[in-house]
């Protein structure tokens, strides 16, 4: 019997809204499992080395990182380039969603080794739409570590 495999989807996004908003698009275009939040890329980057008050139990290990690049205490410019820069992360997908469609923040994130980039979109139905070509994609077709 095919057993379907549990997926852990870890988005790090400070804005309450979009997270809200993120998991909403998530679970309308049928994706029922574990979503893990962070709010900053400190919380983020204890979260993936399993430190501070994450560990195996509470922070099951991500399929997919969902980043945005403007947070505090760490942004995602600088959690992404430690990811990449890590033996043990760099294989854990890294998908950039932030407000920003500046060529150089672009540039930067693949220069750092970010999987894709995608601009957030200012309107749910659009955003329905691009976590459900992400999901397509992401889960469905591309064999993941």
Do not use: C
């Not at 403007?70 to 380039?81: D, E, H, V």
């Amino acid at each position: 019997m095919h057993r379907k495999l549990t997926m852990t989807i870890l988005i790090a996004d400070d804005d309450a809204d979009d997270r809200m908003f993120l998991e909403q698009a998530m679970r309308q275009n049928g994706y029922d499992q574990g979503i893990q939040f962070v709010e900053d890329g400190e919380d983020l980057m204890e979260y993936l080395r399993r430190q501070g008050r994450y560990n195996e139990v509470n922070a099951p290990w991500p399929n997919m990182l969902i980043l945005d690049l403007n947070m505090p205490r760490k942004n995602g410019f600088q959690a992404l380039s430690e990811i990449k820069d890590d033996p043990k992360l760099r294989r854990l997908p890294v998908i950039v969603m932030t407000t920003s469609s500046a060529d150089e923040d672009v540039l930067k994130t693949y220069n750092l080794g970010v999987n894709s980039f995608v601009t957030k979109p200012f309107n749910f139905n659009r955003l329905v739409e691009m976590v459900g070509t992400l999901k397509t994609y992401w889960m469905d077709t591309v064999k993941l570590p």
